[in-house]
């Protein structure tokens, strides 16, 4: 680490520990210095082996990161949630040879709801030392503006697309809130988002809280706590087809 600070220092370029670097990128269409530190900047362009969830848009965000990184020289490894965890094995194979390696989520950070963390499973396996970059965290960044409990909390990814089976869920849920005064978050396809929010009013209590969180740091960004019986009497929010987390506590 002396050696980056170093080179940050002095505009040297000097390599960087072999280590997993998670690198988080932006939740939407956002400038990077609202949400990511120039400390990001000097690892990856450090960095010539990436596992990615879509090497496009990877490629996309370290250009815009820094315009002088040449991505067709750069080494990509795809990780989707299509991959089969056994063909990944290799994928550390540089870093075993004392090349740094960069992981990249498509929005956010990696291994966080994302298949990134079948990599980082392996190198810890490996007894290969990971080091996760400051970035933005849709889930924790809504939960922090909710107003909920933020000392015991759980995020249960996606619910069940079929109606009845999603509000047997949502009802779950629920129980949970107020058996553990535990705060419930997730999430759903953004263009599901209205039938989500509907089942929310149709099977919840009239006084349990529901916030609506969409859009994080980007410019459409919304974000409102209201209860399930305030939510009905002011109607659903325009929702769009932007990504958000739903947060259900008592």
Known sequence: ?????????????????????????TLGKTSFDRV?????????????????????????????????IHTDELVFYEL????????IGNYLDPLLKGEPMGVISEA???GVADPGADAVEIAQRKNLKVIPLVGPSS??????????????FAFNGYLPVKVQERQAKLKQ???????ENQTQLFIETPYRNRQMFESVLAVCR????????????C?????KTKTVSEWKKSGIPELGKVPAIFLLYR
Request: neutral net charge.
């Open 1 to 25: 680490m002396e050696k980056t600070e170093e080179m940050k220092e002095n505009g040297k370029t000097s390599k960087i520990e072999p280590a997993l670097y998670l690198i988080p990128v």
């Open 36 to 68: 990511l530190p120039s400390y990001n900047h000097d690892i990856i362009v450090n960095i010539r082996h990436f596992i990615v969830e879509n090497i496009r848009s990877a490629c996309k965000f370290l250009s815009r990161i820094d315009p002088l």
């Open 80 to 87: 989707s949630e299509h991959t089969e965890k056994k063909s």
């Open 108 to 110: 956010g950070c990696p």
């Open 139 to 152: 889930i924790l960044m809504a939960l922090m503006a909710s107003g909920f409990n933020g000392q015991n």
């Open 173 to 179: 849920l629920e129980t949970r809130v107020y058996k």
């Open 206 to 217: 009239p006084e349990t809280k529901v916030c609506f969180a969409a859009g994080i740091t």
């Open 219 to 223: 410019q459409e960004e919304f974000i």
